[in-house]
T-cell receptor
C-alpha cells in the first residue's frame, strides 16, 4: 500500500462544476502539500497545510489530521484548471522535508 | 526575486554518456531537493542537500548517480553512463528556513532523453 493515495485518478467535469480531489496518507506528517502540474510543464505549489483549511481564489484545501485525509476543492471550474493535481506529504521522521507523492489526479474541465 | 532555475530544460544523451543537471535555488534558500518523474509514473524523492552537505540520499540509485551543492554555484545532479531507463523529468525544489521545513518551490524541470 502506498503511503499517499489519491482519488480519483481521473476526473472530467463541465465548466462551472464543483470538483473535489481526495488524498489519504498513512504516516505522521509535518505538512501536506497540494501541487499542480500542467502537461509537459513544471510544478506549482498550491497549498501547504498542517491543519484546518486554506483558500486561494477558487481553490480550497482542507485537512483532517486525525483521519489522515485531505481534500482539494475547485469551485466554478474552468478549462484552464485542466491539469494533474498532486498531493504530497512531508513525514515527521524525515530529515528536512522530503516529500512523498500521491499518484496524481488528472483533471479535465470541458467548456 | 527569480524563482528556482534549472538548466538545461531539455537534454538528450546517448547511452553511456554523462548527464549534468543544474539547479539554482531561490535567493536565500539553502535547502535543495531533487525529485524524479519517470514516464507515466509519480514523482519520487532522490536526494536532499544543504550547502556543501548531503543530508539524505536514500532515494538515489546506488550507482552512477551523484549530487552536490557547493558553497558557491548551483546544485548539480550528475548521471554517469546513462541508460534508457534514466529518461525522465528531473525536478529540483528549494526551501528556506531552519531544517528545511517549509514550502518547497519547484523549478521547471529538466527533461532527459536517453537515445
Amino acid at each position: 500500500k502506498n503511503e499517499v493515495e489519491q482519488s480519483p485518478q481521473n476526473l472530467t467535469a463541465q465548466e462551472g462544476e464543483f470538483i473535489t480531489i481526495n488524498c489519504s496518507y498513512s504516516v505522521g506528517i509535518s505538512a501536506l502539500h497540494w501541487l499542480q502540474q500542467h502537461p509537459g510543464g513544471g510544478i506549482v505549489s498550491l497549498f501547504m497545510l498542517s491543519s484546518g483549511k486554506k483558500k486561494h481564489g477558487r481553490l480550497i484545501a482542507t485537512i483532517n489530521i486525525q483521519e489522515k485525509h485531505s481534500s482539494l476543492h475547485i469551485t466554478a471550474s474552468h478549462p484552464r484548471d485542466s491539469a494533474v493535481y498532486i498531493c504530497a506529504v512531508g513525514a515527521i521522521k524525515a530529515a528536512g522535508n522530503k516529500l512523498t507523492f500521491g499518484g496524481g489526479t488528472r483533471v479535465l474541465v470541458k467548456p | 526575486n527569480a524563482g528556482v532555475m534549472q538548466n538545461p530544460r531539455h537534454l538528450v544523451r546517448r547511452r553511456g554518456q554523462e548527464a549534468r543537471l543544474r539547479c539554482s535555488p531561490m535567493k536565500g534558500h539553502s535547502h535543495v531537493y531533487w525529485y524524479r518523474q519517470l514516464p507515466e509514473e509519480g514523482l519520487k524523492f532522490m536526494v536532499y542537500l544543504q550547502k556543501e552537505n548531503i543530508i539524505d540520499e536514500s532515494g538515489m540509485p546506488k550507482e552512477r548517480f551523484s549530487a552536490e551543492f557547493p558553497k558557491e554555484g548551483p546544485s548539480i545532479l550528475r548521471i554517469q553512463q546513462v541508460v534508457r531507463g534514466d529518461s525522465a523529468a528531473y525536478f529540483c525544489a528549494s526551501s528556506p528556513g531552519t531544517g528545511g521545513i517549509g514550502e518547497q518551490f519547484f523549478g521547471p524541470g529538466t527533461r532527459l532523453t536517453v537515445l
